[in-house]
């Protein structure tokens, strides 16, 4: 099965990175013999196509024909982006991730005593592999706190609990603000990406007066 490019359909190409292959060998466990030996494919392969020379990726199909013998073919091809426009991506995204980064060192300094910016902030959703800034969007809705238990494997012995005060619809920037106290006061500087909070479903089901209880989710 052959695969025409992307860009000008062509179906002339040259291979850049071949694919790998692994086995998947399926055994009968009664007789012990291998009944079924399918290679698979574990990467796309990198093609360049012979008239417009854009780069593409396809991925390689294999089958096994009645006969016992083994065919290849290509298919989904899709085009991939020019020097060009990786660095205009890397580009735009530095600079929406920048300006995020700016207006959390800002709320910071406006609304803590340690102005220290320690979280990396990750809780946004991107379009085209552009961050989309929420950090004024509100995160929790209603009553909530945020809470953290001491961490002494990355945070060592000095490691401390965290517990926000009373929040009422907090933002992504105020949770950012809080993720970044909680750091501080953890000690855990390995797990630092703010991705979200989950809903601590034990402690909140321990309050009676409707507050919420939530726990930052951290990447590393």
């Known amino acids: 099965m052959s695969v025409r490019c992307p860009n000008c359909?062509?179906?002339?190409?040259?291979?850049?990175?071949?694919?790998?292959?692994?086995?998947?060998?399926?055994?009968?466990?009664?007789?012990?013999?291998?009944?079924?030996?399918?290679?698979?494919c574990?990467?796309?392969?990198?093609?360049?196509?012979?008239?417009?020379?854009?780069?593409?990726?396809?991925?390689?199909?294999?089958?096994?024909?009645?006969?016992?013998?083994?065919?290849?073919?290509?298919?989904?091809?899709r085009?991939?982006?020019?020097?060009?426009?990786?660095?205009?991506?890397?580009?735009?995204?530095?600079?929406a991730y920048n300006q995020m980064s700016a207006k959390i060192a800002a709320h910071l300094k406006k609304h803590f005593k340690s102005t220290k910016h320690l979280v990396s902030y990750s809780a946004y959703e991107s379009v085209n592999e552009v961050p989309q800034d929420n950090l004024d969007q509100v995160a929790i809705k209603g009553p909530c706190i945020l809470a953290a238990e001491p961490n002494p494997t990355w945070g060592g012995e000095s490691s401390k609990s965290f517990a926000s005060p009373l929040l009422e619809n907090p933002t992504w920037l105020e949770l950012a603000g809080y993720a970044n106290e909680m750091i501080r006061l953890t000690k855990d500087h390995h797990h630092v990406f703010f991705e979200?909070?989950?809903?601590?479903?034990?402690?909140?089901?321990k309050r009676s007066?409707?507050?919420?209880?939530?726990?930052?989710?951290?990447?590393?």
């Open 9 to 40: 359909n062509s179906d002339w190409y040259k291979s850049v990175e071949p694919c790998s292959l692994t086995l998947d060998v399926k055994v009968d466990t009664v007789n012990f013999t291998e009944i079924v030996l399918t290679p698979t």
């Open 42 to 77: 574990t990467q796309p392969v990198t093609l360049e196509c012979g008239k417009c020379h854009r780069r593409y990726a396809a991925n390689l199909r294999t089958w096994n024909n009645a006969s016992g013998s083994t065919t290849f073919g290509l298919e989904k091809p």
């Open 209 to 220: 007066d409707g507050v919420k209880v939530y726990q930052f989710v951290m990447g590393s």
């Open 79 to 95: 085009l991939l982006p020019t020097e060009e426009e990786s660095a205009a991506a890397s580009k735009a995204f530095s600079e």
């Open 196 to 205: 979200g909070v989950d809903l601590d479903k034990k402690e909140t089901n």
